[in-house]
């Protein structure tokens, strides 16, 4: 009873909190927004790194800010973003595994599932990774450190785990090879595989010099190379043809630091090692020198300058042409410092010999901009066959070239001649041409006229060639397996204006997007002056498929991009007169017309609702309406601003529906000349025109003084107090300390100070609930059309931006308008929702694409009504999405495929074929021939794909010297001896000597002394190397097997000593028979050795 009472006093009496009132109809919420990335486009300017699986036809780029860029075939791109932004210093693809291997700067080494596009392992190293190396076709790495250590790692897919195995490269076992009294710690900067050594040798370079053979198998070093305490027998070269052979007899070697490497034979016998002082050294490293006394080097050199750049990175490819006795040495570095940047490509020529190496070519590759890495790999595909080099260049710039154009730059002894390059093939240019203005359309996709044009683009891209490079030479890249989903229809269209004055139009459907169709600005037969100008606005009505295209003279054309081939017309407008002309078109975009009457640049066009109308608005700051369907001007105003400034915005409402149907521009029976048309337009310095949309006469002009006049654009919410409830006036939550400032009719400013001009009867009644919004550089306005068509700007709400805004898209949910997407110079992105404007959610270009803001960045956002946009920065075009409900990309099945599997399968199975082929030398059989075309096009350099690596498991699953044996196959019973096999169970008797047996023992003393000959021989044991003792008392199996059966042995041997005490006194008592005989051995073996025993 006193809990109840208290607790009545306690609450003094008061009523239960009311419940919380459902968010107004329209508005977003914070658990609506999912900001993520759709796709990406392009590469991105902060490419470092490069890697190519020659398998899947896949090439990887690695960046400085954390992400890795996939690149295909046809149009298939992937962007893989680390949690971390960091630089990589180690790309490399586990080839046909559909795995990437990454190496950040903090070295953290992550493997990348290509199917999931995501990460599936990572491990944290503790120390600096100073080199990185993967066994082709397997899971295997080696990782070299600061401190010269070699440790061995493995992923398993199937567990989904990145291990450290036990194995390791002993550096005591590498100083003893090499002569050195303490163990090497010195960084690893160089670790290769031998080709043809079914991976068990590793070629291990050091920061100092030193090159190491290793052999995994057996645990120790087959060859050194580089150290200075060693001869060295060879000779010197220059890259020009005429040079000569000189002794290496006075070659430092001390202090000569590594800085690249790479392999120059197909067997792995030549190393081709690039050092910092620019010198390039040919070590020998075939078998053949194992037992010699000395090394072999050719030292080679770009130039003869004392000072010189370092050999950064090489890169060898086999020549054909010269079969195992020559091949392309690609070198960046090694030039005179101060020289002009280039690739070096040298031709190499052994064919008389190591000794006899020769340079027969040099020819120099100009590079567009700064070096960032290169790829040498041979590629065979139904495209493209043979080698290519893959050049990227600061800023992300790829290129490529075949062997062609090698071959026939290196053919120029002159060098005179400059080889074109195939460049990167982009889905979305931005750069050449550039790209000035974008839009993002969404199509309905059952009007008749979308269902036509989805016909035509079915049609178009089974017209289109598989990613376009050129007109006699595609892009290599063929990999990824584009989606196929069955129930295509047309949804999305993204389109682009250039400099050039062309269109580009993409089917944007899919993540994937792909070209439909390029406008060219000029037509085959007629010249107009100005049409090549730079396009500026455009406009597309997506129930006609009419797009509008202005540019910067002034110009407007109209095209239908669904028509048939036909004899039509063109007309040509312009302020004096009107041509028609003849013009035969094919199948695709008709070219309607063209309008030319006003030089100043065109900045916005708006087709009118329910009529074939067209409303313009230029930079001078007048408005013209046009007619398209007879094409002609109907009116051109003056300029709507005093000051002269560009119009930023159109606005066309119409007496008929708003819902109604847009009438084709060419059906001259859709013409109804009753309607009444209203024009809004808005000025950048904030003034807002009512016009006449048949006459162009001003109804309304009201200009609001703003701090900052620079508007951005407006927005005309259409019954806005039906869809959601009405601002009340009050201020929005603003938790982010944003300034909020409500102006009430009162405090608007007065008939006078605007100017107002008022004839609204009609707009009122068409403007009755409608909503302006306008968008400045420090602020949002609402405003009420019915007031402004009264001559009073009557401001509903005003919010206070925190940073400069530079673009504002509209989003939508059930239709309706639900919030603002504001993007600022800053880079941060705000969505407010209505209808009090508050701040729902915040994000960056940093956060979401590792952007920073670049001026005119906003010229080619463009967004569409259910939180799509797509930005562009430099060569980098990526569809961003904000809204958690919105899936319209259909993800993740409507995204390509990074890794095909059937290949990787076909793969497998053909080199399968090659291995056993090679045992067994068979003929190879026609069935598989035809699977992967091209893939023993070149044997010598995919000898390391062939190889079986399975046995691999056994030897990196201990540690060195401790691995179990391999003597004997599996089916090989090993016999073990032991002395406890040796059976005693039975009693031995032992008589008295007779007389007889004395005698005998008499005669036998002599075989005795016989026995011990050469007591006094002072011979020295024998030296056991390390593999004769393993090999005579190691075991096999595993540790706790062997453990158990001591175990064993050990309770057998107690029990067999048991049965051996219980005879010892019947043995002692013949032990005196002995006795006799062990005296004289005594005397006999003093002065022998314990190892002649």
């Known amino acids: 009873m006193f809990a109840r009472k208290f607790l009545q006093k306690s609450s003094g009496g008061q009523n239960p909190p009311p419940p919380i009132a459902p968010p107004p109809r329209g508005c977003l919420l914070a658990e609506d927004l999912d900001p993520h990335l759709v796709t990406h486009f392009g590469i991105p300017s902060t490419a470092s790194l490069?890697?190519?699986?020659?398998?899947?036809?896949?090439?990887?780029?690695?960046?400085?800010?954390?992400?890795?860029?996939?690149?295909?075939?046809?149009?298939?791109?992937?962007?893989?973003?680390?949690?971390?932004?960091?630089?990589?210093?180690?790309?490399?693809?586990?080839?046909?595994?559909?795995?990437?291997?990454?190496?950040?700067?903090?070295?953290?080494?992550q493997v990348w599932d290509l199917d999931l596009r995501q990460p599936a392992s990572s491990l944290k190293w503790e120390s600096n990774i100073t080199a990185f190396a993967i066994l082709h076709g397997t899971g295997y790495m080696y990782v070299g450190d600061e401190y010269g250590m070699v440790s061995v790692l493995n992923y398993s897919a199937d567990e989904g785990k990145l291990l450290q195995l036990p194995y390791y490269v002993p550096t005591d076992a590498l100083a003893e090879a090499a002569g050195l009294s303490s163990p090497i710690d010195y960084p690893v900067v160089g670790l290769l595989s031998q080709p043809c050594s079914k991976g068990t040798r590793l070629l291990i370079a050091f920061s100092n010099g030193l090159l190491f053979l290793w052999d995994a198998s057996e645990d120790h070093v087959v060859l050194v190379r580089g150290n200075k305490d060693l001869p060295v027998e060879g000779s010197t070269v220059a890259d020009s043809l005429e040079a000569s052979h000189d002794e290496l007899s006075d070659l430092e070697l001390d202090g000569k630091e590594i800085s690249s490497l790479c392999w120059a034979s197909t067997d792995g016998s030549v190393l081709a090692a690039g050092y910092v002082d620019g010198d390039i050294l040919f070590w020998d490293f075939s078998d053949g020198q194992k037992g010699k006394p000395s090394n072999h080097v050719v030292k080679l050199q770009l130039s003869s300058a004392e000072k010189r750049l370092p050999v950064i990175v090489m890169h060898w490819c086999l020549d054909v042409s010269r079969k195992s006795s020559?091949?392309?040495l690609f070198i960046y570095g090694g030039d005179i410092i101060g020289s002009d940047e280039v690739l070096t490509m040298l031709g190499l020529d052994w064919s008389s010999g190591m000794g006899g190496l020769k340079c027969v070519g040099r020819a120099d590759l100009t590079l567009s901009g700064s070096f960032a890495d290169m790829v040498l790999s041979p590629i065979a595909s139904s495209r493209q066959s043979g080698m290519f080099l893959f050049l990227l260049t600061n800023p992300g710039q790829l290129q490529a070239y075949d062997d062609a154009s090698l071959a026939s730059l290196m053919s120029q002894k002159e060098n005179k001649i400059s080889v074109s390059p195939l460049p990167y093939p982009m889905v979305v240019p931005t750069m050449d041409p550039h790209m000035t203005v974008a839009t993002f359309a969404a199509l309905n996709v059952n009007d008749k006229t979308s269902l036509a044009l989805s016909e035509i683009v079915l049609a178009a891209k089974a017209r289109t060639p598989r990613t376009p490079s050129g007109e006699s030479a595609q892009w290599p890249l063929t990999g990824g397996v584009p989606s196929h989903l069955d129930d295509y229809k047309l949804e999305r269209l993204y389109m682009a204006g250039y400099q050039d004055g062309s269109m580009r139009i993409w089917d944007a459907t899919y993540p994937c997007l792909s070209l439909i169709y390029?406008?060219?600005?000029?037509?085959?037969?007629?010249?107009?002056?100005?049409?090549?100008?730079?396009?500026?606005?455009?406009?597309?009505?997506?129930?006609?498929?009419?797009?509008?295209?202005?540019?910067?003279?002034?110009?407007?054309?109209?095209?239908?991009?669904?028509?048939?081939?036909?004899?039509?017309?063109?007309?040509?407008?312009?302020?004096?007169?009107?041509?028609?002309?003849?013009?035969?078109?094919?199948?695709?975009?008709?070219?309607?017309?063209?309008?030319?009457?006003?030089?100043?640049?065109?900045?916005?066009?708006?087709?009118?609702?329910?009529?074939?109308?067209?409303?313009?608005?230029?930079?001078?700051?007048?408005?013209?309406?046009?007619?398209?369907?007879?094409?002609?001007?109907?009116?051109?105003?003056?300029?709507?601003?005093?000051?002269?400034?560009?119009?930023?915005?159109?606005?066309?409402?119409?007496?008929?529906?708003?819902?109604?149907?847009?009438?084709?521009p060419t059906d001259h029976n859709s013409i109804n000349s009753e309607d009444d048309l209203i024009l809004c337009a808005?000025?950048?310095?904030?003034?807002?025109?009512?016009?006449?949309?048949?006459?162009?006469?001003?109804?309304?002009?009201?200009?609001?003084?703003?701090?900052?006049?620079?508007?951005?654009?407006?927005?005309?919410?259409?019954?806005?107090?039906?869809?959601?409830?009405?601002?009340?006036?009050?201020?929005?939550?603003?938790?982010?300390?944003?300034?909020?400032?409500?102006?009430?009719?009162?405090?608007?400013?007065?008939?006078?100070?605007?100017?107002?001009?008022?004839?609204?009867?009609?707009?009122?009644?068409?403007?009755?609930?409608?909503?302006?919004?306008?968008?400045?550089?420090?602020?949002?306005?609402?405003?009420?059309?019915?007031s402004l068509s009264q001559g009073s700007l009557e401001s509903m709400m005003e919010v206070n931006l925190p940073r400069p805004c530079c673009w504002m898209g509209i989003l939508k949910k059930d239709g309706r308008e639900c919030a603002v997407l504001l993007l600022y110079r800053t880079g941060h992105i705000e969505i407010r929702s209505f209808p009090n404007l508050e701040a729902v959610g915040e994000s960056s270009l940093l956060s979401l694409l590792r952007w920073n803001f670049k001026p005119n960045m906003e010229k080619t956002v463009c967004s569409d009504d259910f939180g799509h946009v797509v930005l562009v920065n430099g060569c980098e075009v990526a569809i961003l999405s904000f809204l958690a409900h919105a899936n319209g990309f259909r993800l993740p099945e409507s995204l390509p495929l990074l890794h095909d599997k059937v290949l990787a399968a076909a793969a497998d199975a053909t080199f399968s074929h090659i291995s056993a082929h090679k045992k067994n030398h068979d003929g190879a059989p026609k069935f598989l021939s035809n699977i992967i075309k091209g893939f023993r096009s070149s044997t010598e350099q995919k000898m390391d794909q062939v190889q079986d690596f399975s046995h691999l498991g056994n030897i990196f699953s201990n540690p060195p010297y401790l691995k179990p044996s391999d003597i004997g196959g599996d089916d090989e019973k090993i016999v073990e001896l032991n002395i406890d096999d040796i059976e005693i169970d039975e009693p031995v008797i032992i008589l008295p000597l007779t007389e007889k047996d004395k005698k005998e023992k008499k005669d036998k003393r002599t075989d005795k002394e016989k026995l011990f000959?050469?007591?006094?021989?002072?011979?020295?044991?024998?030296?056991?190397?390390?593999?004769?003792?393993?090999?005579?008392?190691?075991?096999?199996?595993?540790?706790?097997?062997?453990?158990?059966?001591?175990?064993?042995?050990?309770?057998?041997?107690?029990?067999?000593?048991?049965?051996?005490?219980?005879?010892?006194?019947?043995?002692?008592?013949?032990?005196?028979?002995?006795?006799?005989?062990?005296?004289?051995?005594?005397?006999?073996?003093?002065?022998?050795?314990?190892?002649?025993?």
């Open 50 to 109: 490069l890697a190519f699986d020659p398998i899947q036809c896949l090439l990887a780029v690695g960046t400085l800010d954390g992400r890795i860029k996939v690149i295909g075939g046809d149009n298939i791109e992937a962007i893989l973003a680390s949690p971390k932004q960091l630089p990589f210093k180690n790309l490399e693809f586990m080839q046909n595994q559909g795995f990437l291997v990454s190496i950040s700067n903090e070295n953290e080494i």
């Open 326 to 328: 020559g091949g392309k």
């Open 518 to 664: 390029i406008l060219e600005p000029k037509a085959s037969v007629i010249d107009i002056t100005g049409v090549d100008a730079s396009v500026t606005a455009f406009c597309f009505c997506s129930k006609t498929s009419c797009l509008a295209v202005g540019n910067e003279f002034g110009m407007v054309r109209l095209f239908k991009l669904v028509g048939h081939a036909s004899g039509g017309t063109l007309e040509v407008v312009t302020n004096t007169e009107k041509k028609a002309h003849h013009l035969h078109q094919e199948d695709g975009p008709q070219w309607l017309a063209a309008f030319s009457f006003l030089s100043s640049p065109v900045c916005t066009l708006q087709f009118v609702q329910s009529t074939r109308r067209l409303a313009v608005g230029f930079k001078c700051g007048k408005v013209a309406m046009l007619d398209t369907g007879v094409p002609s001007v109907l009116f051109v105003t003056d300029s709507l601003s005093d000051s002269g400034s560009p119009i930023k915005s159109l606005y066309v409402q119409s007496s008929s529906a708003p819902t109604a149907s847009k009438s084709d």
């Open 682 to 786: 808005m000025t950048k310095d904030g003034q807002t025109i009512i016009l006449d949309g048949n006459t162009g006469k001003i109804l309304a002009s009201c200009l609001r003084s703003l701090k900052n006049p620079t508007a951005i654009c407006m927005h005309i919410i259409e019954n806005c107090y039906e869809n959601s409830e009405t601002p009340n006036g009050k201020p929005a939550g603003n938790p982010s300390g944003k300034e909020t400032h409500i102006i009430n009719a009162s405090e608007s400013h007065s008939p006078s100070e605007q100017n107002a001009v008022t004839e609204t009867k009609l707009a009122d009644q068409m403007f009755a609930n409608s909503v302006f919004l306008m968008c400045s550089e420090d602020a949002l306005r609402l405003y009420s059309l019915k």
């Open 1013 to 1093: 000959d050469g007591a006094s021989s002072d011979a020295q044991p024998k030296t056991r190397t390390v593999e004769e003792i393993k090999s005579k008392y190691r075991k096999a199996g595993e540790t706790s097997a062997i453990a158990s059966q001591a175990k064993d042995k050990l309770l057998e041997r107690g029990e067999k000593l048991e049965r051996i005490s219980q005879r010892t006194a019947e043995l002692q008592d013949n032990a005196e028979n002995f006795a006799s005989m062990a005296h004289e051995l005594a005397k006999q073996m003093e002065k022998r050795k314990w190892w002649n025993i």
